[in-house]
T-cell receptor, first 113, second 114 residues
Framework: DQQVKQNSPSLSVQEGRISILNCDYT??????FLWYKKYPAEGPTFLIS?????DKNEDGRFTVFLNKSAKHLSLHIVPSQPGDSAVYFC????????????FGDGTTLTVKP | KAGVTQTPRYLIKTRGQQVTLSCSPI?????VSWYQQTPGQGLQFLFE???????NKGNFPGRFSGRQFSNSRSEMNVSTLELGDSALYLC?????????????FGPGTRLLVL
């Protein structure tokens, strides 16, 4: 059972527009949700996170929204830049599973100039 | 603030040998997790240490072990290396900032087993 799902394998947007990356989860025990950016053959780069007790967190061009009732979160990137092109992973941590982040399969974002 | 550092960055070993990888977390972070990254399997959780104690372990054989020191630096050891152990090994340092959790990955150690 995949507890964290990113149903869109890819997303293409125009430079300057908004990118919206989605993530769904099933485990109601998750207490933090994290977003990462990743390039091939490299480790993930932490972008932003949100606590399960909040519904929004913002950091510069990145905003994460959490809808606990729908078990859904999204990452908004505004404005999108060509350098944002990468694979984006959402991950979740469970306090009963110390130190382990459960990752989604990733969404490949392409930002076209 | 310095990021997560891992040494060595690259390593070539032969089957049957053992290897020790090192990770220095971000200053102030006490939690260090280790992951194995392969093209086919993605990120696989190995184990997590907090204040010198292993709190969690993934589904890897006993050949994979680790430890954490009092300064939060962590080492991972793989004994009796197999070809399938070739991978990028990542450590992640976790803490809290701005009311939320942060988890930063190091650049990884790329291990090739011949």
């Amino acid at each position: 059972d995949q507890q964290v799902k990113q149903n869109s394998p890819s997303l293409s947007v125009q430079e300057g527009r908004i990118s919206i990356l989605n993530c769904d989860y099933t485990n109601s025990m998750f207490d933090y949700f994290l977003w990462y950016k990743k390039y091939p053959a490299e480790g993930p780069t932490f972008l932003i996170s949100i606590s399960s007790i909040k519904d929004k967190n913002e950091d510069g061009r990145f905003t994460v929204f959490l809808n606990k009732s729908a078990k859904h979160l999204s990452l908004h990137i505004v404005p999108s830049q060509p350098g944002d092109s990468a694979v984006y992973f959402c991950a979740a941590s469970d306090p009963t599973n110390a130190g382990k982040s459960t990752f989604g399969d990733g969404t490949t974002l392409t930002v076209k100039p | 603030k310095a990021g997560v550092t891992q040494t060595p960055r690259y390593l070539i070993k032969t089957r049957g040998q053992q290897v020790t990888l090192s990770c220095s977390p971000i200053s102030g972070h006490r939690s260090v997790s280790w992951y194995q990254q392969t093209p086919g399997q993605g990120l696989q959780f190995l184990f997590e240490y907090f204040s010198e104690t292993q709190r969690n372990k993934g589904n890897f054989p006993g050949r994979f072990s680790g430890r954490q020191f009092s300064n939060s630096r962590s080492e991972m050891n793989v004994s009796t290396l197999e070809l399938g152990d070739s991978a990028l090994y990542l450590c992640a340092s976790s803490g809290f900032a701005g009311g939320s959790k942060t988890q930063y990955f190091g650049p990884g150690t790329r291990l090739l087993v011949l």
